[in-house]
């Protein structure tokens, strides 16, 4: 019998194949989020399909930045603070947001429930 063990053989090996498929999963998941910014900022939507919140987080964007077409100004809100499945597609996440100024002047909660025109995108 050898005197070295399996993970001094392949200790190395496994953990760089594993670092492998973290870095490609990272890279997939920020492609998938800049295509989605993509089609959001030429064409305003379709929003759907979207990258997941977990696939948002993983490629390093904490934040979603939804331009209400009521008022035209910006919210944004922490990707990491929502209690939400990672699973959760991102578009579904603008349902939820309501806009501060516009539920002011209305009275009541404003959320825009169009599916285009408004400008969602995820940022870093
Ligand atoms: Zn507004």
Known sequence: MGTKSRETIYGGSVRAAAERVREARKQAD??????????????????????????????????????CLGCDTHQTV??????????????????????????????????DRRDRGRRTIARE
């Open 30 to 67: 920020r492609l998938a989020i800049e295509a989605w910014n993509k089609r959001m900022l030429a064409f305003k939507g379709p929003a759907q399909p979207s990258p997941t919140l977990g696939d948002a987080l993983n490629a390093g964007y904490g934040y979603l930045e939804v331009k």
């Open 78 to 111: 922490a990707l990491d603070i929502l209690r939400r499945s990672k699973a959760t597609p991102i578009h579904e996440l603008e349902r939820y947001m309501r806009c501060k100024d516009c539920s002011q002047v209305r009275g009541y909660a404003y959320k």
